[in-house]
């Protein structure tokens, strides 16, 4: 209880100083997360609401994929594209290894089956009898769609943020293929582990409660972009 508020006090002084370094790594946190997560949904969305509406040769394979990458261990997604992104790896010429182009490789796949799945599943969940009367009223395919998707908002936001979380929150796949380096890959995630290691505890409570902090409030904006407030149920 006394490493929790001292570090909630670390925390506190840490924000209220405008530590650069500090700052320098909230900022590098949100942008690969962020750019991860902007790309998983701009694929995600539309993959998942084509497999809840479509019937095609394939689409179990399909399901069962998404499904299994819902549940793919996070340090194993790091470990694949460590070894596709090495000098030796197929595309190890780009030379992303260690830069945050491989997080957000790293980070996209990890929350595209989240977003795809989540989608999925709410769509699915939506009345079949309203795509038929869109149809009936002249709907084109894209129009029936986004009536759809729009209908199933609530199970659609849940989807953006799952993947968001499964991100923010991972260490392993980002120190495999991050680095950890000071400056230049660091996220709250390996510094808090970085920090734990060196012994520094209240460093490493603090910037726990920052990530806790930046979680609760994407989450909370997104909420209300539903029109929802926090704590509704």
Do not use: C, H
Not at 119 to 137: E, H, K, W
Not at 189 to 199: M, N, P
């Amino acid at each position: 209880m006394n490493d929790l508020l001292q570090g909630l006090i670390q925390a506190i002084i840490l924000i209220f100083d405008l530590d650069p370094a500090l700052y320098e790594i909230i900022i590098f946190s949100l942008y690969v997360s962020g750019v991860a997560l902007v790309i998983s949904t701009l694929i995600g969305i539309p993959l998942g609401a084509l497999m809840a509406l479509k019937r095609f040769p394939g689409r179990r394979l399909m399901m069962a994929l998404l499904y299994t990458g819902m549940g793919f261990p996070p340090v194993v997604v790091g470990l694949f594209v460590y070894l596709t992104l090495s000098r030796s790896g197929p595309v190890g010429s780009l030379g992303w290894l260690f830069t945050p182009s491989a997080i957000i490789t790293a980070q996209t796949i990890i929350s595209f089956p989240l977003v795809a799945g989540f989608t999925m599943a709410a769509v699915m969940g939506v009345n079949p009898n309203l795509r038929r009367q869109l149809f009936s009223l002249g709907a084109t395919n894209w129009q029936a769609t986004a009536a759809i998707l729009a209908e199933a908002k609530v199970g659609v936001i849940v989807a953006v943020i799952a993947g968001f979380g499964a991100i923010i929150s991972e260490v392993g796949a980002v120190m495999l293929v991050g680095g950890n380096i000071e400056g230049k890959t660091r996220t709250l995630t390996t510094a808090i582990v970085l920090e734990t290691r060196k012994g520094n505890f209240d460093l490493a409570i603090a910037l726990g409660i920052i990530l806790l902090l930046i979680t609760f409030a994407v989450n909370a904006a997104m909420m209300r972009l539903q029109g929802k407030e926090v704590g509704d149920k």
